[in-house]
C-alpha cells in the first residue's frame, strides 16, 4: 500500500501485504480472507485484548495487530508489522488506532482507540448490516452493484444542485422529435456543471467505482460523460423506455453506464429491469450505484408515487475516447455549445 495518500473512508483498498512473526509476506486482501471483515489494530497498546477478540468472533471479523516494530525477544503470535508506518499513515492513523476494512474490500472505519476493546467496539459498529437473504433467482442481468459511492452529504448537495438548475426534459440521442422523445424518456436532467461539486464526484468515483469496475470487468476507463442529475416524477409517469446506450452515431463511443440512486425509499416504481436477461428488478440503496454494459437492452420503469432522483454517466475506453472528442469537435464547428463548468 502507498503510503503518499491517505484513505477515506468508503474508499476501495489496494492490497495490504505486510511480513508477520515470521517475517512472510502476508496479504490482508488475499483470497482466503477476502469477504470476510478485517479489523486492523494499528500500534495500540494490547489492553482489553481479549474482550477485542471476543467481539471480533461474534462478528464473524478477524482480528490483526500491526505493530510499528517487532519487540525484543519472543514475538506474540498474530502480530503483524509495519516498520515504516506506510499502513499508519495511509489509513489516517500515524499514532495508531483501529480500522475496518468491510467484506468487499473497502475501508469501512479508521479511528482513534484508547483501547483494543474500545476500538474494535466502534469499528464493528460500523460494519454495515448483513441484508436479508434474496429470493432464488432463475436468470439474472450481469449488473454490478456499488453501495455507498456518496456520502449523505454529498447526495444533499447534487440534490439541491439539480432543484437550482437549468433542466432539460426528455432529451435523447438520436434526434427524436418532441412528441417521441417523451414517449420513449420522461426524465428531467440537470449537468454537473458546478466545478467543485464535480471534482469532488470525481473523486468519489477514482475511489469507489473504478476499482470495482477493473475487479468485475477488467475494464479501466479512460474517460467519462459530464453527468447528468434526473428525475422521473410520477406526475407524468416518469420512465425510460427499453433501450441500449450506443446504438447511435452520438453514442457509439458509450462503454458502459451508471446509474446512481439519489433516494431510495422516497417513491414507489422506478426500478432498472433488463428485459433480454428475465423479469429481475434492480434498485440500488441512496448512494449506490447499478453498472452494467451499454449493449444491454435495459429501461427504468415508471414512478408511480414521488420522485425518484439519480446521477447518471457513461464510461468509455481509449478508442472512445478518441470517437468522442471527434463528435464534440464537429459538433462545436457546427456551433453547438457543450457544458461549461461554473
Not at 505486510?18 to 489494530?41: H, K, N, S, T, Y
Not at 439519489?262 to 428488478?281: C, K, S, W
Not at 449506490?288 to 444491454?296: H, L, T
Amino acid at each position: 500500500m502507498s503510503d503518499r495518500s491517505v484513505f477515506l473512508v468508503g474508499d476501495h483498498l489496494p492490497p495490504i501485504v505486510l511480513p508477520d512473526a515470521a517475517g512472510q509476506p502476508f496479504d490482508l486482501m488475499g483470497q482466503a480472507i477476502a469477504g470476510l471483515p478485517r479489523l486492523l489494530v494499528l500500534g495500540v497498546a494490547a489492553e482489553g485484548l481479549e474482550g477485542a477478540e471476543a467481539l471480533a468472533r461474534e462478528a464473524g471479523a478477524l482480528l490483526f495487530l500491526v505493530e510499528a516494530r517487532a519487540p525484543d525477544g519472543a514475538v506474540p503470535p498474530g502480530r503483524l508489522f509495519d516498520a515504516a508506518g506506510g499502513v499508519f499513515r495511509a489509513l489516517g492513523l500515524a499514532g495508531g488506532g483501529v480500522a475496518l476494512v468491510s467484506p468487499r474490500g473497502r475501508l469501512a472505519f479508521a479511528g482513534r482507540a484508547e483501547t483494543v476493546e474500545a476500538g474494535v467496539r466502534a469499528a464493528l459498529a460500523a460494519l454495515p448490516p448483513s441484508p436479508p437473504a434474496p429470493p432464488v433467482r432463475r436468470t439474472g442481468a450481469p449488473v454490478l452493484l456499488v453501495p455507498d459511492v456518496l456520502e449523505p452529504a454529498m447526495v444533499a448537495a447534487l440534490l439541491a444542485h439539480w432543484e437550482r438548475g437549468e433542466k432539460q426534459r426528455d432529451r435523447v440521442a438520436g434526434g427524436a422529435d418532441a412528441a417521441g422523445a417523451h414517449r420513449i424518456k420522461r426524465r428531467a436532467d440537470v449537468f454537473l456543471d458546478d466545478r467543485a461539486l464535480y471534482e469532488t464526484f470525481q473523486s468519489r468515483l477514482m475511489r469507489r467505482v473504478l476499482p470495482e469496475m477493473a475487479r468485475a470487468f477488467r475494464f479501466v476507463p479512460a474517460s467519462y460523460e459530464v453527468p447528468r442529475i434526473g428525475c422521473y416524477d410520477a406526475a407524468d409517469a416518469g420512465a425510460f423506455e427499453a433501450h441500449r446506450d450506443n446504438r447511435t452515431p452520438f453514442t457509439a463511443h458509450r462503454r458502459f453506464a451508471m446509474s446512481l440512486n439519489l433516494n431510495t425509499g422516497d417513491y414507489a416504481g422506478g426500478e432498472l429491469r433488463f428485459p433480454e436477461f428475465g423479469p429481475d428488478l434492480h434498485e440500488p440503496p441512496t448512494g449506490g450505484a447499478a453498472i452494467f454494459g451499454c449493449d444491454m437492452l435495459h429501461e427504468a420503469l415508471p414512478v408511480t408515487r414521488g420522485q425518484r432522483f439519480a446521477i447518471f454517466t457513461f464510461f468509455t475506453d481509449a478508442e472512445g475516447s478518441k470517437q468522442e472528442q471527434a463528435m464534440i469537435r464537429q459538433r462545436m464547428e457546427a456551433g453547438q455549445k457543450g457544458v461549461s463548468m461554473r
